[in-house]
């Protein structure tokens, strides 16, 4: 809660969370991060975590989400993604066992698709908008 992560590289997310643990990440800031294949990287066989509050901006990532990669079941609420490039999205839905949920979310002048599910993983969003406009899917 409450924690700025900036400016790390790592090939495989620069925050990286797996196995069965319940992450939970509030009121943070992700900037200026790199990663090879994620900056924000979620990964349970059966946990579950929650990222709440959170702006992330500045993110680079050469493949998958410039901001979070996801398998498992993860919320993301009120957070805000300014500036993030690279990757497939700046949300990365990847695997068919997801249950991801996006909710009130804005993302802002990004250089990916806000949200990709890529896996047909479940994917709820609300209240989400990109570039000012209500998210299309």
């Known amino acids: ?9 790592a090939n495989h997310g620069a925050v990286r969370a797996s196995r069965k643990s319940a992450v939970n990440m509030a009121e943070c800031k992700v900037l200026n991060n790199e990663g090879k294949k994620d900056v924000v990287y979620f990964a349970y066989a059966s946990g579950t975590g929650n990222i709440a509050d959170c702006h992330f901006e500045g993110n680079v990532a050469t493949d998958r989400g410039s901001a979070i990669s996801i398998i498992g079941t993860v919320d993301v609420e009120n957070c805000t993604f300014t500036n993030n490039k690279g990757g497939l999205a700046v949300v990365h839905v990847r695997n068919n066992a997801t249950i991801a949920t996006v909710t009130s979310c804005e993302f802002t002048n990004n250089g990916d698709d806000a949200i990709v599910n890529v896996a047909s993983g479940k994917l709820t969003v609300t209240g989400v908008t990109v570039d000012g406009a209500p998210y299309a899917g």
Do not use: E
């Not at 809660?1 to 590289?9: F, L, R």
């Open 1 to 9: 809660t409450n924690v700025t992560i900036q400016n790390n590289y």
